[in-house]
DNA sequence: CATCTTTTTGCGTACCACGCATCTTTGCGT
DNA sequence: ACGCAAAGATGCGTGGTACGCAAAAAGATG
């Protein structure tokens, strides 16, 4: 018969999630484990149990699958944005939101060794892989524009003609990665959720030039 | 002899420079003609008058010579920045700045065609190409880290330290970003250096919420 | 001009992305 | 419960990319 459109039913989509899920994993946890090229696809799919081919099939590129769970996490705050109270000030969302986007999901018992020295090395050469480095980027980006669809949702501004929620979306996002960074790089760092928040902050205080008078 | 190192003379320096340019332009140029895969590295090392090795001896990959002269232009906001005088204050200097590699420069005057509607187009789908967003965006970051530098020199915060020059010059990279995109992607848009005044005044401002008392 | 350094080039290798045809699994109507 | 249709997985083949290596060409130097 002739079915609605769209339509997918439970094993199959949870099949799909599962492999998208283990591929993107297996991808992160070989790259960080061995060099990113010294990872070929066809190690990727075996470690997911999944012919080489179907790799392709759910990412067009070794840089995408490692980049995917940064994608997800990134898509997520978009979502976390609509679920906050409306009355909230904008702001004060925005920090929630991402801040949840930080707290460690049940994903991560999973994890080979949640604080392992080598792991974290391994985790810091793969963030510093220019050809990862784009490929984060993008899906930042991609996050941002739905983050900038729910900014405009929330405030009542129009995608089309505000600039406004894209440069909400960007600078909220540009608050997470500089305090991620600076998290990254910093020998001796402060706690991840008050670097985001000061980050925001800061943003949300028009950045003002320190004075330079003292 | 044992030559002091890193010297370079005239004549090699600027062929090389050359060199680079020219695979830049022709990447861009085929690219915009006939789309991204229907350009291969050959065709561009050959309308560059090179060896297709060659061109891999100066870029990494076929976007990254796409990216180059997106790359180049963004560096030169943190030249200007530096140039503009001590006294200025920061986001006066930094829209100053921004202005300045948005003015037409002496090699726009060979391009195959200024307003040509194709041409236009090409560039268009150029910049939707996924493939280039991620070297796009590459190249956006590593311009902002030189920016943060020039910030953190202009108004005495340490890099180290300190989020705020990244967060200064993550934000001036966005309010680019998005003015840009608003360019592109409006019907009727409004002459860019206003939207870019307009997008770095918001920020500076706060990006407060608009009431939506009324 | 002799010599050293830097670039270019050609070749070979390993790998990647993807179109296409085929086989398997899953969903759904009867 | 059965069988057909849709969606997914797989294998194979093709075209293309990135880069190491060593030989040749071009530029610099005294």
Redesign the interface.
Same mark, same amino acid.
């Given at each position: 018969m002739f079915c609605y459109g769209g339509g997918m039913t439970g094993l199959r989509q949870r099949k799909k999630a599962e492999t998208r899920a283990a591929l993107g994993w297996a991808a992160i946890h070989l790259t960080a484990e061995r060099g990113y090229d010294n990872v070929r696809v066809e190690d990727i799919a075996e470690a997911a149990g999944v012919s080489p081919r179907t790799f392709n099939n759910y990412f067009s590129s070794k &840089?995408e699958a490692i980049a995917s769970r940064h994608l997800d996490r990134s898509l997520r705050t978009a979502a976390a944005l609509r679920e906050r109270p409306a009355g909230e000030?904008?702001?004060e969302a925005l920090t929630a939101a991402a801040l949840e986007q930080f707290r460690p999901g049940p994903e991560v018992e999973a994890m080979p060794s949640p604080a392992h020295p080598q792991w974290a090395a391994g985790v810091r050469a793969m963030l510093a892989e220019?050809a990862l +480095? =784009? *490929?984060r980027?993008?899906a930042?980006?991609t996050a941002e524009a739905e983050l900038a669809a729910a900014v405009a949702e929330r405030? =009542?501004?129009d995608l089309?003609t505000d600039?406004?929620p894209?440069? #909400?979306a !960007?600078?909220a =996002?540009? &608050?997470v !990665? #500089?305090?991620m +960074?600076?998290y990254l @790089?910093?020998a001796d760092p402060a706690p991840i959720d008050r670097?985001i928040t @000061? /980050?925001v902050r +800061?943003? /949300? /205080? =028009?950045?003002p *030039?320190?004075s330079?008078l003292r």
């Open positions: &840089a000030p904008l702001w220019p +480095q =784009g *490929e980027l993008r930042a980006a405030t =009542g501004t089309a600039m406004y894209r440069l #909400v !960007a600078a =996002g540009a &608050a !990665a #500089v305090a +960074q600076h @790089d910093s670097l @000061d /980050a +800061q943003i /949300a /205080a =028009g950045l *030039e320190p330079r």
